[in-house]
């Protein structure tokens, strides 16, 4: 009865929140077009994907950087592109951060390191995006805007940070997100391990790879950077990682190389 009643609940108010935040046809056709991914992921679901990026944009809060400006087209962009990873996971995924600021281009970002002699190094890294525990999620506009262009690099700035909010889920950003019963997390860390593993000795030795070679980082860039493959061009990651592919499409519930 309780369980009906939040279901109920739970409906009515995606109800009001889809009706306070609907998408013209026309902008979702537009988008659609933009971002060619969007669609061979999510067919058949692409009404379902409608209907989270507007449920999206009705929970989360946007922020634009000068001259940067949020228009309709610009927060529909991030938001469809955002809601890939959870189209079958579900946005309550989400649930642990609202905000995201978009930047209109990279980011330089001052770091410092303390090396074991205990002296500080700083040096600048160029950001493309940035996701941190309980948010916000950062994102530069013009790696978005590409981001028809650059799926043929597996290339997906918006997937990337958001498979890294999926993966600090549990606390922590390990590569390992929040595994469903069926997919154990040893099983998970031996088949992840195993393909980071062969992959930083590919990237050391400058082989071409399917994956950014960013991935080679840490395990839990490896995960982004597959998962951007997974949703933008899986039929190279399949290809080249099939173990891995196969993983993540039981994790993501979508298998868009099919
Ligand atoms: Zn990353």
Not at 64 to 90: E, H, K, W, Y
Not at 157 to 181: C, N, Q, R, S, T
Not at 229 to 237: G, I, S
């Amino acid at each position: 009865m309780l369980a009906a009643l939040s279901r109920w609940w739970t409906a009515r108010r995606e109800a009001a929140a889809l009706r306070r935040r609907p998408i013209a046809d026309d902008l979702w056709k537009r988008t659609l077009v933009r971002y060619p991914f969007l669609r061979t992921t999510a067919d058949p679901g692409a009404a379902e994907l409608r209907r989270l990026t507007s449920l999206f944009l009705d929970r989360k809060e946007f922020t634009a950087v000068p001259p940067l400006r949020l228009t309709n087209d610009v927060v529909v962009a991030v938001a469809a592109q955002a809601c890939l990873p959870v189209l079958r996971l579900g946005l309550h995924r989400y649930d642990g951060f609202v905000g995201i600021v978009l930047q209109p281009d990279q980011v330089v970002a001052r770091r410092q390191q303390v090396d074991d002699d205990g002296i500080v190094h700083e040096y600048d890294e160029v950001l493309s995006g940035e996701a941190v525990q309980g948010g916000p999620v950062m994102l530069s506009w013009r790696d978005v805007r590409t981001s028809g262009r650059s799926a043929a690099d597996g290339y997906n700035v918006v997937i990337h940070e958001f498979a890294h909010v999926l993966d600090m889920a549990d606390g922590e950003a390990d590569g390992v997100p929040l595994l469903p019963p069926e997919l154990p997390r040893h099983e998970w860390l031996a088949t992840l391990m195993r393909d980071y593993e062969a992959f930083v000795a590919r990237v050391d030795a400058h082989e071409e790879t399917a994956l950014d070679p960013y991935g080679a980082e840490a395990p839990e860039e490896f995960f982004a950077v597959a998962s951007e493959a997974l949703f933008v061009d899986p039929e190279r990651l399949r290809a080249e990682h099939p173990a891995l592919h196969a993983m993540l499409a039981r994790f993501y519930r979508v298998d868009p190389a099919r």
